[in-house]
């Protein structure tokens, strides 16, 4: 028996020893790891996956992934070999299901529909902030119909195209704009006008005298498109509606992926960052990049620069006049959640710009 306890003794004398062999070894190899092979985070992607819409609100992201900004950026912080790449979606609600399922890390649109998902998501493993503007550019709502001069215009005869019904940002400043003119117990009144249509075919629609859809509210280049067409007039502009100039398309994430890859994160704001700012050092460059990534076959550079300089559109980071739209849908009863200001609705390291 004495024998057989020695015998034990000196097994699990060597298994420990064996085990704090195996454990420093370990150890060591996932430093080195470290070394060699820096981390982005656990669960970081090797691609990081953008999603975008249609038109040239959406430039800062292509001129980011064409120029790879986010790749030498994330080079310079230490975070080894990341790669970027633009998903276009034809709905808000698909590239937020994406967002939410993690197949894409950034999603990218119209206030309203961050504004939307962001209240939606309070306290919940879905919860999401804003990552910076992406330009403030007016869109335009056109007719072909000479006979509406203003909002009060508008009958059961018209039929107006936005991006989605009730959900689009489209959408969302025609409320605002028949609240403004009939009383906002009203701004729901236009909406039975409204039909979902996407920005090229909006185009096709508004050129065509048979078409229902006999106005359109879009932004350029599609706006400017229109107004080249025989017959269509602005009835007014999204500036009009929310008393100036105002963010079109901003960009957000998760918090759960920002929070799981700090240090990408970080990246990814000073990549938006540089990448706005190589559109307005570099006009010329930022329209081909436009017209490549796009596939726009109808415009020229020549066209796209007419747009990049004029001046009522400014690509700028800083949120501008959000809370205006965020404190319409509170009022009418679109989201629950309200903010104080409207830093609450974006990430830490935007709050600190003058933003609105």
Request: aromatic share 8%; glycine share 8%.
């Amino acid at each position: 028996m004495k024998g057989e306890r020695h015998v034990k003794k000196i097994v699990i004398t060597e298994a420990k020893s064996l085990w704090c062999k195996w454990r420093t070894t370990f150890a060591s190899c996932v430093c080195l790891l470290a070394v060699l092979f820096p981390e982005v985070s656990v669960g970081a992607p090797a691609t990081v996956k953008i999603g975008v819409g249609t038109g040239i609100g959406y430039l800062p992201l292509q001129v980011m992934v064409k120029n790879q900004v986010l790749e030498q950026v994330s080079r310079k912080s230490g975070l080894g070999e990341v790669k970027t790449e633009l998903v276009e979606f034809p709905t808000a609600s698909a590239m937020t299901d994406a967002l939410l399922s993690g197949s894409i890390q950034y999603a990218s649109g119209g206030v309203s529909t961050f504004a939307v998902l962001w209240a939606k998501a309070e306290g919940g493993a879905n919860q999401v902030r804003g990552i910076g503007a992406l330009v403030s550019m007016p869109m335009y709502l056109n007719t072909r119909n000479p006979r509406i001069k203003t909002i009060r215009d508008f009958d059961e005869r018209d039929r107006i195209g936005v991006a989605g019904i009730k959900s689009s940002y489209q959408a969302m400043l025609i409320q605002m704009a028949a609240a403004e003119a009939f009383g906002f117990e009203n701004y729901a009144k236009l909406d039975p006008l409204t039909v979902a249509v996407s920005n090229p075919n909006g185009v096709i629609a508004l050129g065509n005298p048979m078409s229902e859809i006999n106005t359109h509210f879009t932004p350029p280049p599609f706006a400017y498109w229109e107004r080249k067409l025989p017959g269509v007039h602005t009835v007014l502009t999204s500036y009009d509606i929310l008393g100036g100039p105002a963010t079109l398309n901003m960009v957000w994430a998760a918090n759960r992926f920002a929070d799981e890859n700090p240090k990408l994160h970080a990246a990814f704001w000073k990549a938006l960052q540089e990448a706005t700012a190589q559109i307005n050092a570099n006009k010329t460059a930022a329209a081909q990049i436009y017209l490549q990534a796009s596939g726009d076959k109808k415009s020229t550079v020549a066209e796209i620069m007419e747009l990049l300089n004029d001046p009522q559109i400014i690509y700028n980071v800083t949120p501008n006049r959000v809370m205006r739209v965020v404190d319409f849908l509170v009022k009418a009863g679109a989201i629950k959640r309200k903010a104080s200001t409207w830093g609450e609705l974006f990430f830490p390291e935007v709050q600190v710009l003058p933003g609105s």
